[in-house]
């Protein structure tokens, strides 16, 4: 199973920063897929989730700005981040979640500047 990310940068607040997420070497329907984050100093944070029943959920900072979606055909994970703040500032993983085990990407660094 992996998960490779793609997509960060750097950003004026208020902009938009769109993630992929390739993850493969899974059944689908076997496990969910998530982005997590982690700034400098604080604890992972779970971003959104599309878990096994294909039910999303957002934590509660982000909702109403950012979006994830998929591409099946391209087992691909898409996290749509849009009006960016400065507290975004984070290394973004994707995370396979599987009953017994959690792969992890390398990590893709988003940076917003004020």
């Known amino acids: 199973v992996q998960a490779v990310e793609s997509g960060g940068g750097s950003v004026q607040a208020g902009g938009s920063l769109k993630l992929s997420c390739v993850a493969s070497g899974y059944i689908l329907g076997s496990c969910g897929v998530a982005w997590w984050r982690q700034a400098p100093g604080k604890e992972r944070e779970l971003v959104s989730r599309?878990?096994?029943?294909?039910?999303?959920t957002y934590a509660d900072s982000v909702k109403g700005r950012f979006t994830l979606s998929q591409d099946n055909a391209k087992n691909t994970l898409y996290l749509q981040m849009n009006s960016l703040k400065t507290e975004d500032t984070a290394v973004y993983y994707c995370v396979v979640e599987c009953i017994t085990h959690n792969y992890w990407g390398q990590g893709t660094q988003v940076t917003v500047s004020s």
């Open positions: 599309l878990d096994r029943f294909d039910i999303i």
